[in-house]
């Protein structure tokens, strides 16, 4: 029994029984939603390319020409080195989100693009290579809105590391810039942020000589973070200051700072 699945077509006849109709095949291949162009020889000439592909490079006539000839623009990006070795040993090769840059003759513009690429060997009735095939997938879209979300996010980073630095910078603004020097005692403090994401607050610390020779050592926190806490926190250290200054009874300065 003789396989009639094996070789290659041997007339136009046995090719319609194995593959199709050549005119419906054209047909198919041309409206394959991927890009596809096949290529011929060591200066890999163009043999065939799907409408797909056409409309991405701009060129409506191309067939019979050598990609180097019908893409100028692509010397120095890779791509010829990449035809070559496949060529030259037989291995397909791929790249993913690869970046070209193209020209559009018919519309003068130039294009950057990201794409996915498959270069696959063809081989003859013998096994030698005889051209190459590629397939396109263009992933430019998906790469400019993953660089956009990047760049939105380190924006958004860099703003809020600006606006952080701003608060924490207001909060030790309204803290002691220093203690009183006093005869009959030493003090010393310091204030240590727990948590860098939570800088500013309304935590505060004081120390006060009363007009009765004794010291007011004060500890606040007002709750929540941000510029409110802060401004909060700012408004009523002043406020039990003043209470202490003119009043040394620290249950009316309290409730002078709780009721407002």
Excluded: C
């Excluded at 020409?65 to 030259?88: C, D, K």
């Excluded at 559009?104 to 063809?122: A, M, Q, Y």
């Excluded at 990047?150 to 924490?168: G, K, M, S």
């Amino acid at each position: 029994m003789v396989d009639v699945m094996a070789g290659e077509p041997t007339s136009a006849d046995d090719f319609s029984k194995r593959v199709g109709d050549a005119s419906i095949v054209h047909r198919v291949f041309d409206e394959m939603p991927l890009m596809v162009v096949a290529l011929e020889g060591p200066d890999h000439r163009i043999l065939a390319t799907t409408s797909a592909f056409r409309e991405l490079a701009g060129r409506r006539y191309s067939i019979g020409m050598s990609a180097a000839e019908a893409f100028p623009e692509l010397t120095g990006q890779q791509i010829w080195e990449i035809f070559n070795r496949v060529y030259a040993s037989g291995r397909p090769e791929a790249l993913r989100n690869f970046r070209v840059q193209i020209n559009l003759p018919e519309k003068g513009e130039r294009l950057e693009l990201f794409i996915d690429f498959n270069v696959t060997p063809r081989r003859g009735s013998n096994g030698e290579v005889v051209g190459l095939i590629t397939d396109i997938v263009d992933n430019t879209e998906l790469v400019r809105e993953r660089q956009a979300a990047l760049q939105r996010t380190a924006e958004a980073e860099r703003r809020y590391e600006h606006v952080r630095d701003l608060i924490d910078a207001m909060q030790r603004e309204l803290l002691s810039t220093g203690l009183p020097v006093l005869p009959q005692m030493q003090l010393r403090a310091s204030y240590l942020l727990a948590d860098a994401d939570t800088a500013a607050g309304g935590d505060w610390f004081d120390a006060l000589a009363l007009p009765d020779g004794r010291v007011a050592m004060v500890v606040g926190d007002v709750v929540g973070h941000g510029v409110a806490a802060s401004a909060t926190m700012g408004q009523l250290r002043i406020l039990l200051q003043e209470r202490l200054a003119t009043n040394s009874d620290i249950a009316s300065a309290l409730k002078a700072v709780d009721a407002a």
